[in-house]
């Protein structure tokens, strides 16, 4: 089991910037890639943004490049999330999860996921 605790949600005005923070605890951080997603009131989860295990290589959402940056400290076992520019569309709530053999967009390939911390972008 991993176990993961994100943080760092808010309310913010559009142009703003958040970090959010996702700690783990439980099996070898190390072992998994980790995603951040979002889930928007009435609509789906969808994927944001990914980092692979070593931190050598990212992707994401088309709606985020070059605002969002993903990054992870192995060494405190966590995962971040950077949100500059922020846009009321970007309202949602917030989730890490890991991923144990899989590094990408696709939900259902993640096997541990957070409890979620909102954030609300003000116009």
């Known amino acids: 089991q991993l176990q993961l605790v994100e943080s760092g949600g808010g309310l913010v005005q559009a142009g703003g910037s958040l970090r959010l923070s996702c700690a783990t605890s439980g099996q070898t951080f190390t072992d998994y890639a980790m995603g951040w997603f979002r889930q928007a009131p009435g609509k789906e989860r969808e994927f944001v943004a990914a980092?692979?295990?070593?931190?050598?290589?990212?992707t994401y959402a088309d709606s985020v490049e070059a605002r969002f940056t993903i990054s992870r400290d192995n060494a405190k076992k966590s995962v971040y999330l950077q949100m500059n520019s922020l846009k009321p569309e970007d309202t949602a709530v917030y989730y890490c999860a890991a991923g144990f053999s899989y590094y990408g967009p696709r939900i259902g390939e993640y096997d541990y996921w957070g409890q979620g911390t909102q954030v609300t972008v003000s116009s």
């Open positions: 980092i692979n295990w070593r931190g050598s290589s990212t």
